[in-house]
Nanobody
Framework: QVQLVESGGGLVQAGGSLRLSCAVS????????MGWFRQAPGKEREFVAA????????TYAGSVKGRFTISRDNVRNTVYLQMNSLNPEDAAVYYC??????????????????WGQGTQVTVSS
């Protein structure tokens, strides 16, 4: 497993932007697929975005497609989630996760075996 630490969450007004970061340490950063998930109070943890090791393929949940962008820097061992046009429905705790055996930008939660502690995103209307 790897260790993941998220940062960059906070309070933003509707229509605003945030960039989340996930620092990866421990076992080699590659060839893990990396993903972002989120969990709002009283709801299941849901997939947001994923990216392959090389960054050549990404997958997004329909609710964020066109607004969020996932990227990764394998030199800095960091994955990012740029979130634009935020709305109150995006408010949640955001988690970074690693999928060691996936060569696809997978949305399947069970394939991710390492998780960060999460970072809170709050969107005011």
């Amino acid at each position: 497993q790897v260790q993941l630490v998220e940062s960059g969450g906070g309070l933003v007004q509707a229509g605003g932007s945030l960039r989340l970061s996930c620092a990866v340490s421990g076992r080699t950063f590659s060839p893990y697929a990396m993903g972002w998930f989120r969990q709002a109070p009283g709801k299941e943890r849901e997939f947001v975005a994923a990216i392959t090791w090389g960054g050549g393929s990404t997958t997004y949940a329909g609710s964020v497609k066109g607004r969020f962008t996932i990227s990764r820097d394998n030199v800095r061992n960091t994955v990012y989630l740029q979130m634009n046009s935020l709305n109150p429905e995006d408010a949640a705790v955001y988690y970074c996760a690693a999928a060691p055996n996936s060569r696809r930008a997978t949305s399947v939660k069970s394939l991710y075996d390492s998780w960060g502690q999460g970072t809170q995103v709050t969107v005011s209307s």
